[in-house]
């Protein structure tokens, strides 16, 4: 099983070409001053205006960053089968539909019992969709292990604001008491289907269909800066924590 | 200035002066005054001209429930003046009246006779003559509606939103009983949201001398965790979602348990001369007085049917002015108590069992004429310059009853309060008939308790405060009320009586449209547009309800309310558009299409390039050398498992079972009635993986239609789409193949990589699914491959293609050349009514498959059956392109239609695809094409314009 | 398991009514597409006028029913659910294979087949 034409990570650069993928978000997140930088084989936006002025945004109103460029694999199986191989590939954990389990740096979600996308970072994409294979090997029935990196568009909304920004565009209820951390909701976002997971206390994942990543980012751009929010790089990004941690703990060490 | 002295509670900040204008003039005003409040303060009385007679109209409610106070705030038409808050520098204008406020020349239509403006007037006068409808259109368009939209777009524009928020539960009105319900079901953990359309919480309270109680209110709810949304009106109930405007702001609220305690709406009576500047309900005297500290008048008549206007007008003494006489409906002397006794001894005559029968005055109040109600003369003529009324309070049922909600008719009161109440609404305070200020704060924690139960809250001490607040409650309701029910009008032949002060409909309009026959309420609503202006029924529902029952002899419970409908309060239409969120999907090659000049439009939901400014000159260039063309719109999914191939058997009428792994079949897809629905090419990647490949406009509905029979047939196949995972782009025409070569690591010679071909290989450094398929008739490859590598892969060719004589091409060039193919397009070519056999192609219907598939049956039937019409090409006579959708007709009779129409540069003629009678659908027949008037003459060819035999695809 | 469906204002109509999708949870109605009553696909070769039948006829009740609904904005799956047709009540929602047993034999048979039984009452 390779379909290494879904796969953006598979290109290989050479003398003559040397690919580097692009997300969807690129040339609006260029237009709203972004510095790029290649990681990972991908041209990334690692910053706007200053780290300084990206972490107060994110502070006091919402921040958005373009995550397209995150690896998502999905595994398609029978349901006995997709349990088996997701504990076998993420440490013993166990899929829950409505809950995204972190295990391995990775986001496992379930859309279906029989359905789950996977998000890693970028560079651990193909040994993890070696991991699933293998695991996938002793399966009773058909599995599927599909790179579909680039079937999603991503875009991460943090913030203490961030909830109100998604609120302009999505009907989702994503209150604390009803989408707790790791909460998980397939659903319409900007009137497009989408996925969100609620990554931490005050930082939301969003995807959407690739080809709306560039529309995506214009809607939450649209609300966000009304509410005084702004774009922000990877860099500023990686300072606020996934999981239950306190989100603003590096408040201080500015 | 007729500021009075500092008023406890006032909500003005003197020490703040700020500055508008209104009319072009500046005006001074205090922070927190209102437009109105402060309009008022410096003398201006005419605040509106109405919207029929031009009348004049002052600010009457002061609660923004009337439509007297209509302004223009910087442009923005339908601004209520008595509850906008002043801000610096706005700009107001006064609105429906030429050339102003104080001199309007359409005053013409008051003193005219009133037969010549019945109701149903404009029906009844413009119908003849005919020829006359476009002048009469004119004027009418002049002389209806309110305001006017600023004539530039940027000055109409103004930023909306919308704003989810869920809830458990949602309190609509912040009175007492609000603020108590929102409090009660936040205590027992509820998460709430309250909204109010006042600028502060505190509904009557705040102006009736408790302000210090509605604050204590307020900070209860809001140490409770309750957010208060204010200068928010709810505007409808929808199924549990309910739309509050905040200003630029749309709440969409979606509460589990909705509290309406949106409390009584004081009515006006109905008497001659009730609209005139001066006139005033006395919550609105009571707001301006305690509130913003203007004096509303010098000297005042009072009007009413309950204590309520005697507490106004003991206020209002105690304020400042002068009361001269009060007319109190209830004809037992002793009905106003306490209160009555107060003002008499302070010299105000208190006269029961009268009413108001006039109000004089030219532009404003200058007298009012007192008399019996029953008629029996004791008629008294008092000079003032206020007239204050209080016509009863009812009940805001409105949007309760939207919620499904039944309203009951209160005898005792003359007015509809709520009755029976669906799940998951509740009803709180003055709605409910609650009696006094104990039952109407009792009746609001009870609701909100009850909300908070109805969610799974609450203890056994809170159930047991609800069985209590219950029976107390009770004993509360049973006190008597001692309110009278006002006469229908009063004073009906001193002159016009208004029922309706939006629609400019007087109490005899009314009797008149009964008299017509429409005597039911519903009706002459409809025909005499009662209730149907800004106020939404707020002033006029009761009144023409009464009317109709004096009328037509029925009580009032007979005649009933009309039936509920939002937005209960004027909204602008921009608040409930929010913002342009339209989903556009753009190819990841999009940004390079745009540099380099493509013409973008719409093609579904995608933005295409649909040329890059020479349609013909590209599809030239794809037959003599190569194009390029972005694909990424079509439709792509991947089909896996031991029975994918048995599956596509079932969907398709043709085999893919046996397709070889590698090569390529096109497929049509059809329904079980046997009509074209998509269409599509089928690669075999392996035993158990087919690539599909469907229309770009299919994309979404064959998902749907591969995922539904799957759920279904529940066989061992997985699906995916990855349409947009996937970017795509064709490569074709004679040089194609050499363009190939240089960037594409598999051996291209036609031996190796022949026609119907799907190989994976290097593009550009890039893994690629490489399709050879005739898409545009020239030697061709279809190059699937990572979006995020989109423009690499197009750059790469481009740049490869430039000594060969590539160029790039867009939509328009496509259709061209696969209509030279006659490549149909389903969607344009085929309809729902189309089949394989009609549309020229029985080949594609296998029916010799010995299992059942989708449209089997269906497809067996036509196959016997000759096709009343057939799809054929079709070359015109002379050089005249016929419209897509033009007739073929046969004599006078229409015979079939032009599907796909172009000049074709390559071929020097005019070709198309069209549905004809199928006995022309053989090759040199005549057809004749009725386009826009004229007729034109084509003849029938079979066979595709270009290659006709396929070879250039396989060489 | 069949998962119920919040009704905001049980027994009247409603439109803007919320569904449980079986794997999702609950959103708009928005969120969904609508498949139409199930209608099995007859099994054997139909006559000519079965099949017209079952193409392009529907029992249309006034009253419960079974149908499709795809979960668009969401997982993509297809599911089933009981509506009154009346009020927009949704009784239940169920994957295809945990959809309780039909109690009226009806709903296993091609929808237009069953049109002629459709009372009118």
């Not at chain 2, 293609?801 to 867009?810: D, I, K, Q, V």
């Amino acid at each position: 099983m390779s379909f290494e034409f879904l796969a953006p990570g598979a290109a290989v650069p050479g003398d003559r070409f040397a690919p580097v993928a692009r997300t969807p978000m690129e040339r609006a997140a260029r237009a709203a001053g972004a510095r790029f930088e290649a990681r990972d084989g991908w041209t990334v936006a690692t910053g706007y205006s200053s780290l300084e002025q990206e972490r107060e945004a994110c502070r006091r109103a919402a921040g958005w960053a373009d995550v397209s460029h995150l690896g998502k694999l999905e595994l398609h199986a029978a349901a006995d089968d997709l349990a088996a191989i997701v504990a076998d590939a993420a440490g013993g954990a166990a899929l829950e539909l409505g809950t995204a389990t972190r295990a391995g740096d990775a986001w496992w979600l379930p859309l279906t019992t029989e359905r789950a996308l996977v998000v890693c970072e970028p560079a651990a994409t193909g040994s993890l969709r070696e991991r699933l294979e293998a695991a996938a090997a002793s399966a009773a029935r058909t599995v599927t292990v599909l790179d579909a990196t680039c079937k999603y568009a991503a875009l991460t909304l943090v913030g203490p604001l961030a909830r109100e920004v998604f609120a302009r565009f999505s009907a989702i209820d994503v209150r604390a008491r009803v989408l707790p951390v790791a909460g998980f909701r397939p659903g319409s976002i900007a009137r497009s289907p989408g996925l969100l997971v609620r990554e931490g206390e005050e930082r939301f994942l969003l995807m959407i269909g690739w080809a709306l990543g560039q529309y995506l980012w214009e809607t939450v751009a649209d609300a966000g800066a009304h509410l005084g929010g702004a774009p922000v790089g990877l860099d500023a990004l990686a300072e606020v924590a996934i999981g239950i941690a306190p989100v603003r703990e590096e408040a201080g060490r500015a | 200035m007729s500021r009075l002295p500092e008023q406890p509670g006032e909500r003005i900040s003197r020490s703040k002066t700020i500055s508008f204008r209104f009319d072009g003039k500046t005006v001074q005003a205090y922070e927190g005054d209102t437009i109105g409040s402060a309009l008022y303060a410096a003398g201006r009385r005419t605040f509106s001209r109405s919207f029929k007679y031009h009348r004049r109209r002052g600010l009457m409610c002061c609660a923004g429930q009337c439509p007297n106070c209509l302004v223009a705030v910087d442009g923005a038409p339908g601004v209520r003046a008595c509850t906008e808050p002043v801000r610096d520098g706005i700009d107001v204008r006064h609105m429906n009246a030429r050339p102003g406020l104080d001199f309007d020349v359409m005053r013409a239509t008051d003193l005219a006779p009133s037969a010549l403006t019945p109701p149903g007037f404009y029906y009844k006068t413009f119908i003849r003559p005919r020829r006359l409808w476009p002048v009469y259109e004119k004027v009418l368009r002049h002389a209806a509606g309110l305001g006017v939209l600023p004539k530039k777009q940027a000055e109409r524009e103004w930023r909306t939103e919308y704003r989810r928020r869920h809830a458990d539960v949602l309190v609509i009105g912040a009175g007492a009983a609000g603020l108590r319900a929102a409090t009660a079901a936040a205590e027992l953990g509820a998460d709430v949201v309250l909204c109010d359309e006042g600028p502060e919480p505190g509904g009557r309270l705040l102006a009736e001398g408790h302000h210090e109680r509605a604050r204590a209110l307020a900070d209860e709810a809001r140490s409770a965790g309750v957010e208060i949304l204010v200068n928010a009106p709810a505007l409808g109930y929808f199924d549990g979602l309910v739309p509050v405007w905040q200003g630029a702001t749309l709440h969409q609220v979606r509460a589990k348990q909705v509290v309406f305690a949106t409390g009584t709406i004081e009515q006006p009576l109905v008497f001659a001369g009730n609209d005139l500047p001066g006139v005033m309900l006395s919550d609105g005297a009571r707001r301006l007085a305690a509130l913003y500290a203007v004096r509303p008048g010098a000297r005042a008549v009072v009007a009413t049917t309950s204590d309520r206007g005697l507490e106004a007008a003991v206020a209002l003494r105690d304020a400042g002015v002068e009361i001269a006489a009060v007319a109190d409906l209830r004809p037992d002397a002793a009905a106003g108590g306490a209160l009555g006794d107060r003002l008499a001894a302070g010299g105000t005559e208190v006269l029961a069992g009268h009413t108001i029968l006039e109000a004089r005055g030219r532009t404003t109040v200058t007298g009012a004429v007192l008399g019996r109600a029953d008629g029996s003369g004791g008629e008294r003529e008092v000079d003032c310059d206020l007239v204050i009324i209080s016509g009863g309070a009812a009940p805001a049922t409105s949007l309760v009853a939207q919620a499904g909600a039944r309203t009951t008719y209160d005898a005792a009161r003359g007015v509809f309060r709520t009755g029976e109440l669906p799940d998951a609404v509740h009803a709180a305070g003055d709605l409910t008939g609650a009696v006094g200020g104990e039952a109407v704060r009792l009746s609001g924690s009870l609701a909100g308790t009850e909300a908070a139960h109805a969610l799974g809250l609450g203890d056994g001490a809170s159930r047991a405060r609800v069985q209590e607040a219950h029976r107390r409650l009770a004993d509360l309701n049973t006190q008597a009320v001692a309110v009278a029910v006002p006469p229908a009008v009063a004073g009906g032949e001193r002159g016009k009586c208004f029922a309706c002060f939006c629609e400019d409909v007087t109490a005899k309009d009314i009797k008149a449209s009964i008299a017509e026959g429409y005597d039911s309420i519903e009706l002459s609503k409809r025909y005499t547009t009662v209730t149907m202006g800004p106020c939404q029924g707020r002033m006029c529902q009761l009144t023409s309800v009464r009317v109709m029952g004096q009328e037509t002899g029925q009580t009032l419970e007979q005649v009933g309310l009309t039936t509920a409908r939002p937005p209960w309060s004027s909204v602008p239409m921009g608040a409930l558009a929010g913002r342009p969120i339209e989903p556009a999907k753009r190819s990841s090659i999009h940004g390079r299409h745009r540099e380099l000049g493509a013409k973008i439009l719409w093609a579904g939901d995608w933005r295409r390039a649909y040329d890059y400014g020479d349609p013909q000159g590209e599809a030239v260039a794809v037959q003599r050398a190569a194009g390029l063309i972005d694909v990424s719109t079509l439709g792509k999914m991947l089909v896996r498992g031991p029975e994918a191939g048995a599956f596509l058997d079932r969907l398709y009428p043709n085999r893919f079972s046996n397709l070889k792994p590698g090569r390529i079949r096109y497929g049509v897809i059809s329904s079980d009635a046997g009509r074209i629905v998509d269409d599509g090419t089928i690669c075999r990647l392996d035993d158990e993986t087919f690539y599909v490949t469907t229309t770009s406009s299919g994309a979404g509905a064959m998902e749907e239609w591969f995922g539904w029979w799957l759920a279904d047939w529940r066989m061992d196949v997985h699906m995916t789409d990855v349409t947009q995972a996937i970017a795509a782009v064709n490569l074709a025409g004679p040089r194609a193949r050499d363009i190939m070569a240089t960037v594409c690591d598999l051996d291209v010679s036609n031996e190796a990589f022949a026609y119907m071909d799907g190989k994976r290989g290097l593009v550009a450094g890039v893994p690629c699914l490489i399709l050879r398929i005739g898409f545009v008739g020239e030697v061709g490859y279809e190059i699937h491959y990572p979006a995020a590598h989109g423009e690499h892969l197009w750059d790469a060719l481009i740049a490869a293609g430039a000594e060969h004589g590539l160029r790039p091409f867009g939509l328009e060039p496509q259709r061209l050349l696969r209509l030279q193919k006659m490549h149909i397009l389903v969607g344009q070519d085929t309809d729902s009514e189309s089949t394989p056999f009609a549309a020229a192609m029985p080949w594609i219907v296998k029916l010799d498959k010995a299992d059942d598939f989708i449209g089997k049956w269906a497809l067996e039937h036509y196959a016997d059956v000759e096709p009343e019409t057939a799809l054929v090409g079709f070359t015109m006579a002379d050089g005249h392109v016929p419209t897509e959708g033009a007739v073929v007709v046969q004599g006078t009779t229409p015979a079939g239609q032009v599907t796909s129409s172009r000049y074709s540069p390559q071929l020097g003629r005019v070709i198309g695809l069209a549905w004809v009678a199928s006995s022309l659908a053989r090759d040199d027949a005549r057809i004749t094409i009725s386009d826009a008037g004229s007729t034109y003459e084509a003849t029938v060819q079979n066979k595709p314009f270009y290659d006709p035999e396929g070879e250039v695809l396989r060489s | 398991m069949p998962a119920p469906c919040p009704s905001p204002t049980r027994g009247a109509l409603v439109m803007s009514y919320l569904l449980t999708c079986p794997n999702c949870g609950v959103r708009e109605v928005t969120d969904f597409g609508y498949g139409g009553e199930i209608a099995a696909r007859p099994k054997e070769r139909p006559s000519f006028r079965e099949l017209n039948t079952y193409n392009y006829f529907r029992r249309n009740v006034a009253g419960v029913q079974r149908e499709w609904w795809f979960h668009r904005s969401g997982c993509r799956a297809w599911f089933v659910a009981e509506r009154d047709t009346r009020t927009n009540e949704v009784h239940w929602t169920a994957l295809p294979d945990q959809a309780p047993a039909a109690e009226e034999p009806s709903a296993q048979v091609p929808a237009g087949s069953a049109g002629g039984e459709a009372t009118l009452a």
